[in-house]
């Protein structure tokens, strides 16, 4: 089993739609949680960060860590074609420790 | 938020020379730089980790004599890819920790622009 399960998708939402993304993983070690955003052709950008469980919001974005269930997601509202792009998530254990990532999920916001 | 600078975005080479790829920190001092490396819809691969002052740490099966990893000061880590082959051909993107800031623990990781190498 891999430590951090990611589905590739593709995913498709039209525009407005509630999208939902998740990761489970398989080390209770993890603390550090993350979700990065990245174009085509590009660097990752972080988009959420959150430190053991709960929910985190900012924006139309919510990232929501259940540790008891080893399941992150992250949640983006009304959802616009520039956030078509693949979501990575991310974690670790320690602050210094090795990041591990998903695959990422490419998400298309259909116009 | 802190801003890594990568360069060159892309590079085009012949099989055989080297290429270097620098990455920067503009707006702190990073002691640790991490390397990646992304195949087309896969995830980042790290390859290794650079130490300031020290020699990096490579990850399993990453030839080091092949990906020579300098971080000569606080703000810049250098990634040389030597003797480059077609298969060496990649996304080599690069990644730093801000420092602690104000007593909050955090473990964000700020990532270049990416390089893309391609070896004819």
């Known amino acids: 089993q891999k430590e951090v399960e990611q589905d590739p998708g593709p995913l498709s939402v039209p525009e407005g739609a509630i999208v939902s993304l998740n990761c489970t993983y398989s080390n209770s070690a993890f603390q550090y949680f993350m979700w990065y955003r990245q174009y085509s052709r590009k660097g990752p950008e972080l988009l959420m960060y959150?430190?053991?469980?709960g929910n985190k919001e900012d924006g139309r974005f919510t990232a929501q860590v259940d540790k008891s269930s080893k399941y992150i997601s992250l949640f983006i509202r009304d959802s616009q074609p520039s956030d078509s792009a693949t979501y990575l998530c991310a974690m670790s254990a320690e602050r210094d420790d090795k990041i591990i990532f998903g695959k990422g999920t490419r998400l298309h916001i259909l116009p | 938020g802190a801003v890594v600078s990568q360069h060159p975005s892309r590079v085009i080479c012949k099989s055989g020379t080297s290429v270097k790829i620098e990455c920067r920190s503009l707006?702190?001092?990073?002691?640790?730089m991490f390397w990646y490396r992304q195949f087309p819809k896969q995830s980042l691969m790290l390859m290794a980790t650079?130490?300031?002052?020290?020699?990096?740490?490579?990850e399993q099966g990453v030839e080091k004599d092949k990906f020579l990893i300098n971080h000569a000061s606080l703000t810049l880590s250098t990634l040389t890819v030597t003797s480059a082959h077609p298969e060496d051909s990649s996304f080599y993107i690069c990644s730093a920790r801000p420092p602690l800031a104000g007593g909050v623990n955090t473990g964000e990781l700020f990532f270049g622009e990416g390089s893309r190498l391609t070896v004819l």
């Open positions: 959150t430190y053991s469980s």
């Open positions: 650079s130490n300031e002052g020290s020699k990096a740490t490579y």
């Open positions: 707006d702190f001092q990073a002691t640790t």
